[in-house]
């Protein structure tokens, strides 16, 4: 990843001045009246002209979601109520392929955001979605003559019907989990990637997803697919304004890496303060190719992620690397997943936590060696960086290491910073919180030099107001 | 030259209940290099954390002034940025804070006024490191991290010349250096004065001062300066042992 030195990093913060907590004053082209019922899945389904084969997948999947419990093993979610959200809001009617086509109001949005800007300088291709409809997709021609496929999921489902239902919900089952069902029931925009044999993307592609109410659910759907032998690295940016009630964020992910592929999946997610984030995300891959997951957890009232790589075919590898910021009053339940299915696998987890002013963050980890991955190797890293006395960090690490030729390793720290370390810095004319920073930000540094300078500076900008923030106090 | 003064004035210090400085007076002009030397648990250490300001040590009266500037009424930080750079006996490390950074941060925090050039200060501190006899990747590692005592008391003694401070404190910068080390950090005490630097240097041992002849030498026994002189006191407590002062007339003048 690029390094740059300080001065450079302040011109590109200057540029990036984000203001992330704006409204878009759009009237949706339309939504259907909230609430979750069989006529409102329905009615979402006939909106977006769907073919039975989806629809019917939707209406199996309502019922698993009503059959299912909230989930009570982790954060409390008992604020959230289905009935009082809205499920499918559509902001506008056409979908644009140049930000020219895009109506004024929602152009005016991604512009603040800085999403056309980053395409122009370092992207492939770029989705943007506003609420829950993708409302801009376009790739570079280079890629589309060379077979590569980026659009939004609804448009994909029209225009590849066949590769879509192909792939559509056989890595994230709808029965995984109350939020996937939900998801699967009422899913709308989101991605489709694929990328042909062989074709090896030099540019990322990125998905932006804005949310723009309060009481409002986005679940979109992103599906990739890398043939044998091609790669790419898929970016994924998400804000909100914020609202004093809640809005619901429930993704699905499906990564499928045929052989000898690699993808990188980086997802920064800077959702406001009153998002609850529960998004599955999972990947397939087989002989010879390489899952990479790079997760930064800005924001969001709640997050649940656990991004998991099934390593199927003999030397399959994935590593996945998180960073968290739980700060606030805020629960971060990041982690990871990962099955060692078949011999020689490899896997690496690397999980990096702040928790402060009363946040916590939580670790929690499944890794599973199968009877007869022989050879299979995995190490999971956690440490937890805790600022103050009333923020909290916890470890639910889960391994089932099954075959005896495997070799697995563990190591977790939780710490604080140590107030040698400030002296020392402060001792050479550093101020106080700026010696915080430093120290916070060296403990994040394998995890964030791996993030994109855009987003990594999100992270330098946070981790400084923050220890401003301590900095005042003491 | 621009002729500073740094003075410890009458300086007693507490760690917890225990007066450990009780009544230290050492005046130190630019240009000039000073040994510190005392048997170990006499609180030379104390004295340099006293300098920097650590909240740990007390100040139950006296005085730290650089020229008019009483360092007292100062943060840790604002006493760097007066002027003072301490070299300590265990610097810390930081994992994933990379030393350009840290030391870039560094320098822009002491010399603000200064525009700093990134690309010629990089080169400077890669010279600086193969003068030292550090590998240049040290640059981009984490700050001491995974540094042997030896290789950590070298990047203080680059660091005491990279960041130009008026005034340094040198906390047993001999301790765990072998030969050729030992050599290169006098050499490089020796240019910091030559550039104008004020320099104490505390040590147990004479073994550096072969190396490098100080100006003045002090002795501290149990928290008091027992005896100062020029550079041959140094010979002469080699020969005569710290033993010297726990009798006689210097001790009797103690307690």
Known sequence: ?474 | MISNVFSIKDLRVSVGEKEILKGVTITVKSGEIHALMGPNGTGKSTLAHTIVGSLRYKVNSGELLINDVNLKDLQVYERARAGLFVAFQEPVSVQGLRFINYLRTAYSSLHPNEKLEYKKFVEEVKELLTYFGLDSSFIERGLNDGLSGGEKKRMEALQMLILKPKFIILDEIDSGLDVDALRVVSKAIAKAKENGAGIIIITHYQRILDYIKPDFVHVLINGKIAESGNGDLAKLIEERGYEYYKGGEASAKIE
Request: charge should be negative; glycine fraction near 6%.
């Open chain 1, 1 to 474: 990843m690029q390094r740059l030195n300080e001065d450079e990093i302040d011109e590109v913060r200057k540029q990036n001045e984000i203001k992330y907590d704006f409204t878009t004053n759009v009237k949706p082209a339309y939504q259907v009246q909230k609430g979750l019922s069989r006529s409102v899945v329905e009615e979402m389904s006939r909106e977006k002209k769907e073919p039975d084969w989806m629809r019917n997948i939707r209406l199996k999947a309502l019922d698993i979601f009503l059959s299912k419990p909230v989930p009570t093993w982790g954060p409390d979610l008992s604020e959230l109520n289905f009935d009082e959200l809205t499920y499918y809001i559509k902001p506008e009617d056409r979908k644009a392929n140049s930000w020219e086509e895009v109506p004024k109001e929602i152009k005016d949005t991604f512009d603040k955001l800085g999403v056309p800007e980053m395409e122009k300088k370092y992207l492939a291709g770029s989705v943007a979605q506003l609420q829950s409809e993708g409302v801009y997709s376009r790739l570079k021609k280079q890629w589309e003559d060379k077979g590569v496929v980026f659009m939004d999921m609804d448009s994909a489902v029209q225009k590849h019907p066949d590769i879509v239902r192909e792939h559509f919900g056989r890595v994230v089952p709808p029965s995984d989990n109350k939020f996937a069902a939900l998801n699967t029931a009422v899913w709308s925009g989101g991605s489709f990637l694929y990328v042909p044999r062989g074709v090896h993307l030099d540019l990322p592609v990125q998905a932006y997803f804005r949310m723009n109410g309060a009481l409002e659910g986005q679940f979109e759907r992103t599906l990739i697919i890398a043939e044998p032998g091609a790669s790419v690295h898929y970016l994924e940016g998400c804000t909100a304004p914020t609202y004093s009630q809640y809005s619901l964020h429930a993704a699905i992910v499906e990564v499928y890496v045929k052989s000898g592929g690699k993808v990188r999946y980086t997802s920064i997610q800077n959702w406001s303060d009153n998002i609850i984030n529960g998004p599955t995300k999972r990947s397939w891959v087989e002989e010879n190719a390489r899952m990479e997951w790079v997760q930064g957890s800005l924001g969001s009232k709640i997050t649940m992620t656990y991004p998991s790589s099934i390593l199927r075919g003999e030397y399959a590898t994935t590593s996945n690397l998180n960073l968290a910021l739980g700060i606030g009053p805020v629960w971060k339940d990041n982690g990871a997943k990962v099955v060692h299915a078949a011999p020689n696998t490899s896997s690496k987890v690397v999980a990096k936590s702040i928790s402060g002013r009363g946040g916590m963050s939580v670790y929690r980890g499944q890794l599973r060696i199968n009877p007869g991955a022989y050879n299979s190797k995995a190490s999971v890293q956690c440490d937890a960086l805790i600022l103050d006395d009333i923020s909290k960090s916890n470890t639910y690490p889960h391994n089932e290491i099954l075959e005896e030729s495997a070799s697995f390793s563990h190591e977790a720290s939780v710490g604080k910073i140590s107030e040698d370390q400030v002296d020392y810095l402060m001792s050479r004319g550093i101020r106080e919180e700026d010696a915080r920073s430093l120290i916070v930000l060296g403990f994040l540094d394998d995890v964030l030099k791996e993030i994109p300078l855009e987003y990594s500076i999100e992270f330098n900008k946070l981790v400084k107001l923050e220890m401003n923030k301590y900095g005042a106090v003491g």
